[in-house]
Every structure is written in structure tokens, then in C-alpha cells.
């Protein structure tokens, strides 16, 4: 029966219809291809004609199996070009040519055999080739991919430097994924690859996923601290630098809320260097890099960034947290007696002790309902021991009333440290214990 005949279900029988299978390449070819016997396929037709299921070539299929380039590989290449140029440009079903294979797994002396073909082609005019090698090396696969992301992501440093060869101006944009070849380079931190690009390219691009930069991948994946972030700033023009520093990220994070977060000291000073005012930058929660080194107790950074802008200390966030709200609040107990320490014994932040946030609350109250205990912060001779917030508590109240100090000796002990009842609240009102709860702690302590 034609099978053309059959829409959907056999009209007759009532049945589906068979839907086509493409059952692929013949063993034998594909054998060949993969251990690269010319002989088994030089005399095949059409050799644009044998797939495989995901229409792969023979030539994607040679370059795949390819674990190290030898003088007979890079003949078989030739040798197949030859029997077919339309192989040399022939996606499979992902829109991978041959090009992007070979630049994935690094077989740079058949990346010169593509690029060389390609040129050669060009001026065949049967061939029926009238695209350029710069348009073969823009070709995309179905991610956005060109050859050159293919090469970077493997840090293939010697495909990198044939590629840009012979396509120095041409910007590389980002792929489905938001990566240009720079970002992935310096995101995997192959050094010599994205100096390679920063070097040669004649302007590369440096987004990245997230509406992150380059910059943004530096600080993060950098773990010596000292290398790429300079490296990267003195092969930019000096007038796109600051630009290039100021750019945020979906969090509205710049570079330096990174290196605040990862505790790149050796970063943050030199993008404060390059432009100062990305210590006054907010994030999309009115952060900045300050309260973020505070937070997470990195003290280099904290100082780095104070020294070059001391005044900053006085923004906060969109709750009204100054730097010492965060430094009590810390994610880290030990690092953040060193906050402590530095920011009390600073003269200049003493505008800090006792600033209130959007619910009135000094950084004593914070600290007062905390299971980590600072006595600096108590005995402070500035520190306000009986400030009251909007809802008439003082520190001694929000200690008392504290539901994350759950245990009475632990309660006792944080309130004893904490000053005295303030009792500005009605005595019966629910929010404080009653009187007697009170006085018992005062017959006690």
C-alpha cells in the first residue's frame, strides 16, 4: 500500500497509521567513519545522504570518535571534503556542523583543514559555494553556539587562536544561555583563553547570563584574588572601564557586591580604584556592597571599601539597615566579632551604634534577641542601652519577648546582659510578660 494514502489512520481498518522511523546509517559506513577507513566510503555516493537517526554525517561522526588528531585523520577529513563539499557545512539535527565538532573536542589541525576548504570553496564557483569563512564561523547551532563557544567551553587555547585568525572583528554574541565566548572563558577561569580573546578581538563582548559581565565572573570564579580582574582592566579601553564596573546584574549586584560576597579584598580595591562611586551603588533590596561585607563578617572588604569611601557607611537599606545592623545580624558568629570590634572602635562610625531602622530598632535591639552573645556591643559606653523602637520595646523588652530564644536559661541570660525593662508598654498588654515575670528576673540578676 503507498503509505501516502494514509492520513493519521488507515481509512479501512480503522488503525494508526505507521509513522516513518529513519532507521539510520548502514553499520559498515558507520564503522568506517568512525575508525576513518576512506576506503570503505570513497566510492560511496551521496555521501551527504548517509545519517543517522539525529542526521549525523560521516564527518560528524570521524570527528566525534576522534580521541587524538593524527596525520590520517586529518587526510580523511580531506579526503571526504573532496568525494563532498556539501559535508563541510552540513548541520545534523542539533545544527552542529562539522566545525563546531572539531572545535568542541580541540582537533585544531582539522579546524585549518575546515577553514582552509572553505576558502578554497569560495572560489569554486560549481561548487555552489558563495559564503565566506567569517560565515562559517558564525554559524550558530540550535543554543546559539558558535564554533568558537564550542572551543572556549573545552579551553582548547590553539582552536581559539585559528578561529579569531581569521575572524578578529566579529563580536560573538550570546548564546540561548546568555554566554559570549569571554564570559565562558573567564566564568571556567581559562586564563590564557580570555586573554587570548581580550587581546585579539577587536571588541569582544562581555555579557553574561544574569545580566552579569565579565567582571561579575571574575571576582566570582577567581579564587586567587589577584589575577583576572586586572588583567581584564588593562586590556579595556580606560573610558569603557568604569562603564563596564557600573554594570548591575538581575539583583542590581555590580562587581564589587560580588567581591563583598566571595570576599575578594584584592578586587575590591581595584575596581574602587578604577571608579569609587560602585560603593554607593544599591542593590534591588537597597544594599550595598558595605552591607554585604558586613553581613557575611568579611572585615578586608569592609575596610577596603570604608577607606576609599568612608561616608557610604551612612546608606542603608530598604529597611532602614545601616552597616552595624548587618555586622549583628551575621551569617558568621566569629566573623562578625570582628565586625563588631572594628566598627566600635572606629571613631568616625560611631554615627552607627544607635541609628534606628524603618521599625525603630537600634543594632542592640537586633543583637538582643540573638543566640550569639558580644559583650562589646552591651558595655559600649555609646551604645544606647534603653532606646525604644515603634512598638515601645527597648533592648531588655525584645529579649524577653524574643520567640528565637526559646530556652528560659538562655532568655535569662541574654536579658541580664541586655540593661532593664523598659515598661513603656500597658503592663497587661500581651506583647510583654507580666509584671511578676519581670521581677523575678530582677530578683535574680
Request: charged residues 25%; proline residues 4%; hydrophobic residues 35%.
Amino acid at each position: 500500500m503507498d503509505p501516502s494514502g494514509l492520513s493519521g489512520a488507515d481509512q479501512a481498518s480503522g488503525e494508526p497509521a505507521e509513522t516513518e522511523v529513519n532507521i539510520g546509517m548502514e553499520p559498515e559506513y558507520y564503522k568506517a567513519a568512525a575508525e576513518g577507513k576512506i576506503e570503505v566510503l570513497e566510492d560511496t555516493p551521496d555521501l551527504n545522504e548517509l545519517l543517522t537517526p539525529n542526521r549525523n554525517t560521516v564527518l560528524h561522526i570521524h570527528l566525534t570518535s576522534l580521541i587524538e588528531e593524527s596525520e590520517s585523520s586529518t587526510a580523511f577529513v580531506k579526503e571526504i571534503l573532496t568525494n563532498c563539499p556539501l559535508l563541510l557545512r552540513q548541520a545534523n539535527v542539533k545544527g552542529e556542523t562539522p566545525l563546531h565538532i572539531a572545535a568542541r573536542y580541540g582537533h585544531a589541525a582539522i579546524v585549518d583543514v575546515l577553514i582552509g576548504r572553505a576558502k578554497a570553496l569560495r572560489q569554486d564557483c560549481k561548487s555552489g559555494f558563495h559564503k565566506t569563512v567569517k560565515e562559517m564561523l558564525e554559524m550558530t547551532n540550535n543554543e546559539k553556539d558558535t564554533a568558537l563557544h564550542e572551543a572556549v567551553r573545552g579551553n582548547h587555547l590553539e582552536v581559539v587562536k585559528r578561529l579569531i585568525e581569521e575572524g578578529p572583528d566579529f563580536s560573538y554574541s550570546r548564546n540561548d544561555a546568555g554566554e559570549t565566548p569571554l564570559y565562558i572563558a573567564v566564568e571556567r577561569n581559562n586564563e590564557d583563553v580570555a586573554l587570548h580573546i581580550l587581546d585579539k578581538c577587536e571588541s569582544p563582548a562581555h555579557d553574561g547570563p544574569l545580566g552579569r559581565t565579565t567582571l561579575h565572573a571574575a571576582v566570582i570564579w577567581d579564587d586567587n584574588d589577584e589575577i583576572m580582574i586586572p588583567k581584564i582592566l588593562k586590556r579595556i579601553a580606560q573610558q569603557e572601564q568604569s562603564a563596564l564596573i557600573r554594570k548591575v546584574d538581575k539583583q542590581r549586584w555590580t562587581p564589587l557586591h560580588c567581591a563583598a560576597y566571595f570576599n575578594r579584598y584584592s578586587s575590591a580595591e581595584v575596581l574602587l580604584k578604577v571608579n569609587r562611586s560602585i560603593a554607593y551603588m544599591k542593590d534591588a533590596k537597597g544594599m550595598t556592597a558595605l552591607h554585604i561585607a558586613a553581613h557575611r563578617g568579611h572585615l578586608r572588604v569592609m575596610q577596603s571599601i570604608l577607606e576609599g569611601c568612608p561616608d557610604c557607611c551612612e546608606l542603608v537599606d530598604e529597611r532602614g539597615w545601616n552597616a552595624f545592623h548587618f555586622v549583628v545580624n551575621s551569617s558568621s558568629s566569629i566573623l562578625a566579632d570582628q565586625g563588631v570590634t572594628y566598627i566600635l572602635e572606629k571613631s568616625s562610625l560611631s554615627n552607627l551604634l544607635n541609628e534606628k531602622d524603618a521599625s525603630g530598632n537600634t543594632p542592640l535591639h537586633h543583637h538582643s534577641k540573638s543566640l550569639h552573645y558580644i559583650a562589646d556591643v552591651m558595655y559600649h559606653d555609646r551604645v544606647d542601652k534603653m532606646a525604644f523602637n515603634k512598638q515601645n520595646l527597648n533592648a531588655y523588652d525584645v529579649a524577653l519577648t524574643s520567640e528565637e530564644l526559646s530556652d528560659i536559661k538562655i532568655r535569662r541570660d541574654c536579658i541580664a546582659k541586655c540593661c532593664r525593662a523598659g515598661f513603656r508598654k500597658p503592663l497587661g498588654d500581651d506583647i510583654l510578660p507580666k509584671r511578676k515575670d519581670y521581677e523575678s528576673f530582677d530578683a535574680e540578676y
